[in-house]
């Protein structure tokens, strides 16, 4: 079987028969307040008790990701009155002094709870290089291929009992064609195809979990044991890897059999769908959140590529902007209504920035010179504006940040150490982020 296919059954697994334990979370668990109550002596190493304070101390990550490129203008850093300001005002935010477009009202009403950098700095100019370098945060180094976010988010927050996901990716195109930017591709790295996303969506459901009728539940158990035995005994005779993804992707195909309400949208409260939709970015984020309400570690979320407006760019963020705002609104506001804000960080991102400048046909090409993102939630603080660009929003004037320096927010956030070395045979030294790059100090709790 090929590692790098991305189908459902073909990109991991859900709750690997390996799956140990990480010693961060067992030691947070031996010293937290209420551990040695919790959990007593003579149960401490059992695997409920270890499943239990996993799950007590699970940390979660939302990334919305804006495809296509978001203008800075028209979201996060408006421009009012100036050259490249184009037609829309600015309004004032939560925060004193801040000011959000005009198509964010929504955003506007709880940037106390936000987190904004308007100083991003990167370098690709091109969607496919871009989204490469800003989901696995360093360039390439040939031939090595660097685990992508969400797969080392869920080795490193997955846990030990849980039938969903460690890494979902909602796509309104699962299947992903050669115009998608989200392209078919090894997204685990080195750290194995257990490790790479379930990519789903589109239907608002699973498709093809459901055992066949006429095979009963001890039949399909045993013909689960025969197979995952011969495989690990060819695995083990044969030292072969694509033979240890092949368990971990069967694994993923039971665990996916017993959690597919969960990605099941009709299953939702009909209120909740009304709120978020009718897009599919809505549904998705939606479902994001029931997904992570239910233990899942990571959900990535991505919107075809709307955002990419090179012709009558003003005309379509009329509609595109509200949207989103409301959507991201909706979802900050929730997470903390159920308590999960503080355990669940929330990217707001796409891979770049847009021109200041329109071009002929009214609109704004490619820039990563200066753009914005937005982050909430677990280890973030709240109502921050970091960094500024200049009067007309050509280029950063105040801390400049790249993609490194955002991954070192994002592991710090979450607890983890942003500068651990990856544990792996045959590759040179990797290091979560490269070079040391500090982390965004100004947003981190």
């Not at 010693?23 to 059992?46: E, I, K, M, N």
């Not at 005309?315 to 669940?344: C, F, S």
């Not at 796409?350 to 909430?376: I, K, V």
């Not at 993609?403 to 500068?419: H, Q, R």
Request: proline share 7%.
């Amino acid at each position: 079987m090929n590692d790098d296919e991305t189908t459902i059954a073909e990109e991991g697994s859900c709750t690997p028969p390996e799956h140990t334990l990480h010693r961060r979370l067992f030691l947070q668990g031996l010293v937290g307040a209420g551990a040695a109550s919790a959990l007593s002596w003579t149960g401490l190493f059992s695997p409920a008790a270890l499943a239990a304070e996993a799950k007590r101390q699970q940390k979660h990550c939302i990334l919305l990701w804006l495809c296509g490129a978001p203008s800075q203008f028209e979201t996060w850093d408006p421009k009012p009155g100036s050259v490249f300001g184009g037609p829309f005002r600015a309004i004032p935010t939560k925060l004193p002094g801040v000011q959000f477009s005009e198509l964010m009202p929504s955003c506007a009403k709880i940037a106390d709870k936000l987190a904004v950098v308007r100083s991003m700095k990167t370098k690709p100019n091109e969607h496919f290089q871009a989204i490469d370098l800003l989901t696995r945060g360093a360039a390439p180094r040939e031939p090595f291929v660097r685990p992508i976010l969400g797969s080392v988010l869920a080795q490193q927050l997955g846990h030990l009992d849980n039938p969903i996901p460690n890494f979902v990716f909602l796509d309104p195109n699962p299947r992903g064609n050669e115009f998608e930017s989200f392209k078919a591709g090894n997204w685990a790295g080195w750290l194995g195809a257990q490790y790479g996303p379930v990519r789903a969506g589109g239907q608002y459901k699973l498709a093809d979990v459901n055992r066949l009728a006429d095979t009963t539940t001890q039949d399909f158990e045993q013909r689960e044991a025969l197979r995952r035995f011969l495989t690990k005994k060819y695995e083990n005779e044969r030292t072969s890897a694509a033979a240890s993804s092949q368990n971990a992707i069967f694994s993923r195909v039971k665990g996916l059999m017993s959690c597919a309400d969960l990605f099941d949208l009709d299953k939702v409260n009909p209120k909740d769908r009304e709120r978020y939709g009718p897009g599919t970015f809505g549904l998705h984020t939606l479902l994001a959140r029931n997904l992570v309400e239910n233990g899942a570690p990571f959900v990535m979320v991505a919107n075809g590529m709307p955002w990419d407006c090179h012709v009558f760019q003003h005309e379509i963020y009329q509609m595109l902007v509200p949207e989103t705002d409301r959507i991201v609104a909706h979802l900050i506001n929730d997470l903390e209504e159920r308590g999960l804000l503080d355990k669940t960080l929330v990217v707001v991102m796409g891979e770049f920035g847009r021109t200041p400048w329109l071009n002929a046909a009214r609109g704004r090409d490619h820039y990563p010179d200066a753009w914005s993102l937005a982050m909430a939630g677990a280890g973030i603080k709240r109502g921050v504006v970091v960094g500024a660009t200049d009067t007309d929003g050509v280029d950063v004037t105040e801390k400049p940040y790249n993609e490194k320096n955002l991954f070192a927010t994002i592991f710090t956030a979450l607890g983890l150490d942003p500068y651990a070395e990856y544990e792996a045979d045959d590759i040179p030294t990797f290091y979560r982020v490269e070079d040391r790059a500090e982390p965004i100090r100004e947003i981190l709790k």
